[in-house]
């Protein structure tokens, strides 16, 4: 059975996430101040990983499969229509994000932060949308 109380607060969790990235993180001041680099990458480093465990929750508890990686989590919320394909697309690509900024696989490229930070947040707060309305 799906932890309802869990799921609702990693969702909550995620748009809290997202509005002090959006009221808080400053994109033009990436490159010239490093707090609001650790900032930035921290708190989406949080949004992503709340996104994963409530996507991991849900393909558990409804059966879904055993994914292998975490991008797997998402193409399975797609398979079974709970998330669109082009939304599924984006977290995936989140997931290689987050696992940059965790593992330090390689530096990280601050033209990609400020895109998340402009062009991406919204698909955290669709992803939230999404798994509310279907639970």
Not at 96 to 109: A, I
Request: charged share 30%; hydrophobic share 45%.
């Amino acid at each position: 059975m799906t932890d309802l109380e869990l799921v609702a607060k990693k969702l909550a969790r995620i748009e809290t996430c997202v509005q002090e990235l959006r009221t808080l993180g400053h994109p033009a001041d990436l490159r010239g101040n490093v707090r609001d680099e650790r900032f930035a990458e921290y708190t989406l480093q949080i949004a992503i990983q709340a996104a994963l465990d409530v996507a991991s929750h849900v393909v558990s508890d409804k059966r879904m499969g055993e994914p292998a990686t975490y991008r797997e989590l998402f193409d399975l919320l797609e398979r079974y229509e709970w998330l669109p394909p082009t939304l599924a697309a984006n977290l995936r690509n989140m997931v290689g994000f987050r696992n940059v900024l965790v593992h330090g696989y390689e530096t990280v490229d601050l033209r990609v932060v400020e895109d998340v930070l402009q062009n991406r947040l919204d698909d955290l707060l669709e992803f939230v949308r999404r798994i509310r309305g279907r639970l």
